[in-house]
């Protein structure tokens, strides 16, 4: 595994417009659970029941209480780990230009990263449903659940639910990026959900090689990626991230 990390590293070095795709399993060593696979929380909720937009509108409580508490209490004090530290160094060296990310939990942001697209939306702030007003997820009080706004209103995360849509200029942006890049890094999604799967694939077929850091393999493995890299994004992202600045002699 060494050998193929040293050669992504090489490609990484002389690449000067990478692009990175992330997805749960980059957060999984921050202490957030995956949602498919051994420990996903669609083990344990079925999505269509606490993450489709019906189920929010229907009973936001019921949503409340299962589901979105906890997250707050994980994504409260969640901290970047190795992986998401990596592609921080990644942007200062120049490499990464953009991350795109199915996640919500602000991790990249946190880590040092500038431009990230949040192609589901964020967990980090709350929006009244009657009068729209903003309120951050850490200064929201959880005494009453649902949380409501002062006017009465009830809070929604901004995070696209099951059933709505992707911002239009989310995905255009992402779309772009994934034309223009000549690497991407596709890391820790199982790349199933869409649009988001379609970006690596838009990537390859404008010529980008496409490197994949997983703990298996996905879909994408064998249509598209040209790196399998197969372990822990934080243990991987060390080992690349080190190659690079040996190799340009930092
Ligand atoms: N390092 C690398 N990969 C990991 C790690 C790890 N430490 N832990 C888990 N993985 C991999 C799993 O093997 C799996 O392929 O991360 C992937 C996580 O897949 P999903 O849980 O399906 O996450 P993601 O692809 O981001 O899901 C997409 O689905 O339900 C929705 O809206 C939700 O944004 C999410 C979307």
Not at 225 to 248: F, N
């Amino acid at each position: 595994m060494k050998d193929l990390i040293h050669r992504a590293a090489g490609d990484l070095v002389r690449s000067t417009n990478a692009v990175a795709l992330t997805g749960a399993g980059i957060s999984v060593e921050s202490g957030i659970p995956p949602f498919r696979g051994k420990g996903g929380l669609w083990e344990r909720f079925d999505p269509m029941e606490y993450a489709h937009i019906d189920a929010f509108m229907k009973n936001p409580a019921k949503v409340w209480d299962v589901l979105i508490k906890e997250m707050k209490g994980i994504i409260d004090n969640a901290r970047p780990n190795n992986a998401h530290k990596g592609l921080a160094k990644l942007e200062k060296l120049g490499i990464l230009k953009t991350i795109i990310t199915q996640n919500v939990d602000g991790l990249h942001q946190m880590a040092g990263n500038t431009d990230v697209i949040e192609f589901h939306g964020n967990f980090a702030w709350q929006r009244c449903m009657e009068c729209n007003n903003r309120c951050e997820t850490k200064k929201i009080d959880i005494g009453q659940i649902p949380p409501r706004c002062e006017c009465g209103g009830i809070y929604k995360p901004e995070c696209i639910f099951f059933g709505e849509m992707i911002p239009p200029q989310y995905l255009r942006r992402s779309e772009m990026a994934a034309l223009a890049c000549d690497t991407i890094l596709v890391i820790g999604t199982s790349a199933g959900v869409q649009p988001a799967a379609t970006i690596p694939l838009i990537a390859k077929q404008a010529g980008a090689k496409v490197i994949e850091i997983n703990l298996e393999r996905t879909p994408l493995s064998k249509e598209s990626s040209d790196y399998i890299i197969l372990g822990k994004a934080g243990e991987v992202l060390k080992t690349l991230t080190t190659e690079i600045e040996r190799l340009l002699n930092i």
